[in-house]
């Protein structure tokens, strides 16, 4: 990879560029270990110094271990201490509400899920809450001598993360302004620290701290298709929060201001054609059965014509809503999360067409485009990431903005 030239920069951003490289070394041994300070330096473009003093830092935060020793090179040269993170140092609980069910799950540092439960949805906020409570309590049983650093929870719509309050829950049937972190600390009456976010901002960080990527994307646009359309924005590796935490709404950008109404007060929304109910809407609009986005997508892959073409269609649209986000964030990576996104092949090609048509190539041929690289459930993960970022990462806490 390219090496950051640091003179080039603002002098506010060496604390950035140096937390961020902490995170970037930590995801090399965490992606190549063992491995040594030598073969980071040249995965990473890192100078030797600079490595030399980041794992420095991590071996006395007990994050990275060290253990044996090489053979000595050909040349003779010096031996290699081989690094290795320590993931039973920091276990993280995360917790994400969905429309359609909840998640916990207990991780290691490694973001390897040790135990995962899903909750089925509840109709009434206190009710999920105590549910959520009781499966936390089992599976917090698995964490052995590990110490859990505390719990992250990924909320929808409108939030306000410090107090857990969801001020537009409707997605979830549970009406306006529901104060959900404040009944889950109660039901859970735990001491550790409990931290909120939108569910989509957490995909975003979950690719950030556990995406496999060939370089640490430092503008990054996660967009997250299921019932509805989020988003969360990576900017200069801090997570953009706008002034009340409702940046990323890219699911209304209207692409028709003539088009259906949508629960946002505006037409033709984005989400009033991309999202999952939409898809599905067209599907059986046009005599496919089916009971699931999961099902279209997979006939959708076996070749079955109208699946891919209302999932062609879907994904034209997506290129049309992206073309403000590209030309207004001006993002190196764009990721798609959500059960579309496993035709890649067919929701790709749609896009990059639509774009292709639509958008300058200078930011085209500047712009990735790829499904989320995360295994389990990105926005689940993102709540570990929150944790695992607040309790160990402290200067990178600084350079992402806030979690809060
Ligand atoms: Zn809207």
Known sequence: MKKMDIRRLAPADHRVLRDMNEVMVLNVIRENQPTSRIDIATVTGLEGSTVSRIVSRLLADGL????????????????????????????????????????????????????????PPAGDPREAAAAIARVVRRVLKYSGDGKVEGIGVGLIGLIEPGEGRMLAAEGLGWGDDVPFGAYLRKALGLELPIYFQNGAWLSALA?????????????????????????????????????YHGAGEFGHISLDPDGPPCSCNGRGCLEVYASDPATLRRYRQRGGEVDSIGELVARAMHGEPTAAEVLTETATYLGRGLIPVIYSVNPEVIVLGGAITRAWEVVHQAITAELSRRASHFYLNRLSLMPTTLSARPSLLGAVALVLARSFAVPVIGAMGDYE
């Not at 916990?104 to 390897?112: E, I, M, Y």
């Not at 060939?214 to 967009?223: D, E």
Request: hydrophobic content about 40%.
């Open 64 to 119: 990275v271990r060290e253990e044996g020793l090489a053979e000595a090179s050909p040349r003779g040269g010096r031996k290699k201490r081989f690094l290795l993170i320590n993931p039973r140092k920091a276990l993280a609980l995360g917790v994400d509400l969905r429309p359609g069910g909840y998640g916990v799950a207990l991780s290691d540092f490694t973001g390897r899920i040790i135990r995962s439960v899903d909750v």
């Open 207 to 243: 690719e950030i701290w556990f995406g496999r990527h060939a370089r640490s994307p430092r503008n990054l646009v996660f967009l997250d298709i299921e019932e509805g359309i989020g988003a969360g924005i990576i900017i200069r590796g801090q997570l953009y929060h706008g002034a």
